[in-house]
């Protein structure tokens, strides 16, 4: 397998854009070991806000811009960007030798997607990229009007979490004073204000100047549904879905002048907005207590697939951020993105490799893949030469037993068997 090229990253100016250029890295562990089975774990691609809600209407004055998508759904933006990144894997697996056709065989490749248009969309796009014109249809719940237990064992009502518990967890990650927090992410909640024009907002022509900022206005808190569901209100879980609007806005590729009314953010602007972002996410979906039950069920189907010997060679599972989240959080690892400001963005992707060693062992390799910021809005190509965004994770319990970041597959279904819920397991 020839050596596989990952981005290097140095930071630009402009609307946060990244510049990137390419260096050899050779993704192998070692040259006698070979790629035998891939399972992706993906967040859909570019949607707009899932929902108007009135809190968007009383913070600020300004018009919202108009996408081309439906709420909640993918743009046709978000669907090329994913057809982008399938493109890339037709390369890079067919160098590892997985596949040796356009066409992939009759159960070489199995995929399954959420119910949401979004998710559905986002997996066949995917695999229109993967294998254009092979006729291959992502696989989803054929009732979708109910959850899907996989992606949502909670909510589904699969299985609880104690919600006492996951608040005192919650709070703890949170440092113990959620008003606290919000003190910290000040910086960016007053940069916000400003991309709203929030003192002109229909919130503060109501309530006067003496209430009119955001750490005032929205107080943060957290709370906690019947089956333990955590959830961060105020000001903090506001900046969290004001980031993460924008940085969609950006990654659609609408003009400037409609990207956050205008406002060119610097690298640095962006790091501060989504790490509000990345901090709500940190506190709800990735604090461990929560983040077992909610990923169970997925850290169970990638388990099945790395001891099956089935002939699938890839697995491809399209989900949430909130899902990619929750599986960091149960195995306890962590990662920033070089030229990617979302820890969780649109399309990224947890990718688990199984390798073969000359003695016929196996071992297993964790990867987060993504699109850079630039790469989402210029709808850069990828290929082998100009490939996405490459962050090799270590599993910390195994970090004794590792070689070059691969983890041997008895020790890694050790340590994730001893981190499921067997309660969110009943699908």
């Not at 719940?141 to 299985?159: I, R, T």
């Not at 206005?217 to 903090?236: C, I, M, Q, R, T």
Request: with cysteine; hydrophobic share 40%.
């Amino acid at each position: 397998m020839k050596p596989l090229l990952v981005v290097s990253l140095c930071l630009g100016t402009a609307l946060g854009v990244s510049s990137f250029s390419v260096q050899a890295e050779n993704r192998q562990p070692d040259p006698s070991w070979r790629l035998n089975k891939v399972i992706i774990v993906s967040r859909h691609g570019v949607r707009p806000p899932t929902k108007m809600t009135r809190q968007m209407s009383e913070i600020t004055a300004q018009t919202w811009p108009t996408w081309s998508a439906p709420l909640g759904h993918l743009t046709p933006t978000g669907a090329k960007l994913v057809t982008l990144l399938g493109g890339y894997y037709r390369e890079h697996l067919q160098q590892a030798g997985l596949f040796t056709s356009a066409c992939p065989a009759e159960g070489t490749l199995l995929s399954w997607a959420d119910t949401d248009q979004r998710t559905r969309m986002t997996g066949q796009a995917w695999l229109d990229g993967f294998a254009p014109n092979c006729g291959l249809k992502i696989q989803s719940q054929s009732d979708s009007h109910k959850l899907d237990p996989l992606f949502h064992p909670l909510e589904a009502g699969v299985c609880r979490a104690d919600k006492q518990q996951a608040l005192a967890a919650a709070q703890k990650a949170a440092g113990g004073d959620v008003a606290a927090l919000s003190v910290t992410y000040q910086p960016a909640l007053q940069q916000l204000e400003q991309v709203l024009d929030f003192a002109n907002s229909p919130y503060c022509k109501q309530h006067g100047a003496s209430g009119c900022s955001l750490m005032a206005a929205y107080p943060g808190k957290l709370s906690a549904s019947a089956d333990g569901s955590v959830k961060l209100e105020g000001n903090l879980a506001l900046g969290s879905t004001l980031g993460e609007i924008f940085l969609l806005e950006y990654a659609d590729g609408m003009p400037a002048p409609s990207v956050a009314w205008g406002h060119a953010f610097t690298p640095e602007q962006w790091q501060s907005l989504l790490a509000v972002h990345n901090t709500q996410f940190r506190i709800a979906q990735q604090t461990p207590y929560i983040a077992r039950f909610k990923a169970s069920p997925l850290m169970a189907r990638i388990q099945q697939a790395l001891k099956s010997n089935d002939k699938a060679r890839l697995e491809l599972l399209v989900g949430h951020d909130t899902n990619l989240a929750n599986l960091a959080g149960l195995l306890g690892v962590q990662w920033s993105l070089p030229g990617q400001p979302d820890n969780t963005p649109p399309a990224g992707e947890l990718v688990v490799e199984r390798w073969q060693d000359s003695q016929q062992q196996y071992w297993v390799r964790m990867q987060f893949v993504y699109q850079t910021l630039d790469q989402l809005h210029a709808q850069t190509p990828l290929s082998l030469a100009t490939p996405p965004g490459v962050v090799t994770l270590a599993l910390p319990e195994c970090q004794a037993q590792s070689v070059n970041g691969a983890c041997p597959l008895t020790r890694f279904m050790t340590i994730t068997q001893q981190k499921l819920q067997p309660a969110c397991l009943k699908l």
